[in-house]
């Protein structure tokens, strides 16, 4: 239990210190081994400052929890990742300034080489359903087939490994693949 905890805090330290998160913009999950119970961060977390009180011990069966704070609003969207994916056992949740700027645009942002193959030639967006709702939750376990992150219309990006150092890495690049991208198009203006 306490590894997980201290994972999840770890890494909000980490994105924050990044730039990732803006704000309390933003939530990170794993599940257990026996894929029961997640630990995400709960609502409105400040991730420069997350500490033990911020992570939920989550069952999935019936969303029951023992905490003051409540779980993240997404915690159906990570559930149903999770569901979907037996691979994945980590997730983060982004509102990073680039693949955002593409979130918000018309723009699709281009795969690029340099995190495992290329699967389809842009990174897969979800359209805009309400952030917490369960549309947009079942609508992003229907499209997390083969790639590990979706772009959410209008909103960020979420990215899901086998582990939080895979979780952080590729959410690390596929904002830089976004700087890229926008950087290019604002010189070929």
Request: proline share 3%.
């Amino acid at each position: 239990m306490v590894d997980y905890v201290n994972k999840i805090i770890n890494t909000a330290h980490y994105i924050y210190d990044k730039g990732l998160v803006p704000g309390k913009a933003g939530n990170i999950s794993m599940i257990d081994d026996d894929r029961e119970h997640i630990y995400i961060t709960a609502t409105g977390s400040n991730f420069r400052q997350l500490d033990y009180k911020d992570v939920i011990y989550l069952k999935i069966e019936d969303k029951s929890y023992e905490n003051k704070k409540s779980p993240s609003m997404e915690s159906n969207l990570h559930i149903g990742i999770y569901e979907k994916r037996t691979d994945i056992n980590s997730i983060i949740h982004v509102h990073s300034p680039y693949v955002t700027g593409f979130a918000f645009s018309d723009m699709k942002l281009k795969q690029l080489e340099g995190f495992g193959p290329i699967t389809n030639k842009y990174v897969k967006t979800v359209d805009y359903f309400k952030p917490g709702s369960d549309k947009l939750a079942s609508h992003v376990k229907e499209a997390c087939g083969e790639d590990n992150s979706l772009i959410l219309k209008n909103h960020g990006l979420i990215c899901y490994e086998k582990n939080m150092d895979e979780a952080i890495l590729l959410t690390e690049y596929i904002e830089k693949i976004a700087k890229t991208q926008f950087i290019s198009h604002m010189l070929n203006l």
